[in-house]
């Protein structure tokens, strides 16, 4: 019999985990102080005079190459629990497993064509 009052927990928790961000949000928007001078809108470089413009462009193979990077380091977050139980799960996750490091292989050869892994 499913019954609706075994998760009152969870939902409570859902509810006050969701609502507490919102409210520390609305609140320092309140209490934060509104001026803003031109003091407050310069950069600030380690309390010297900030000289030219602040904003920089950075080139797109940087992005690239930092994308490129936190795919195959998530890639290695999600192998790492299923390598320590191989044994336990058979032969169907391994396969599932397999199709996973060859999609991330299909994106490096793709990074690779499209010289995004090439620094100058």
């Not at 102080?33 to 920089?56: F, N, T």
Request: cysteine-free; proline content about 4%; aromatic content about 22%.
């Amino acid at each position: 019999m499913f019954l609706l009052y075994e998760y009152d927990i969870f939902w409570a928790f859902l509810i006050i985990s969701s609502l507490i961000p919102i409210l520390v949000f609305f609140i320092s928007g309140f209490l934060a102080p509104s001026s803003k001078g031109p003091e407050k809108l310069s950069s600030y470089e380690s309390g010297i005079e900030p000289i030219g413009d602040a904003w920089l462009q950075f080139r797109i193979r940087y992005y690239m190459f930092a994308l490129v990077f936190v795919v195959f380091d998530v890639e290695t977050v999600f192998l790492y629990p299923w390598a320590m139980s191989f044994d336990v799960l058979g032969v169907s996750v391994f396969v599932e497993a397999l199709i996973f490091v060859l999609i991330l292989i299909v994106g490096l050869v793709y990074a690779w064509r499209k010289r995004a892994l090439e620094w100058s």
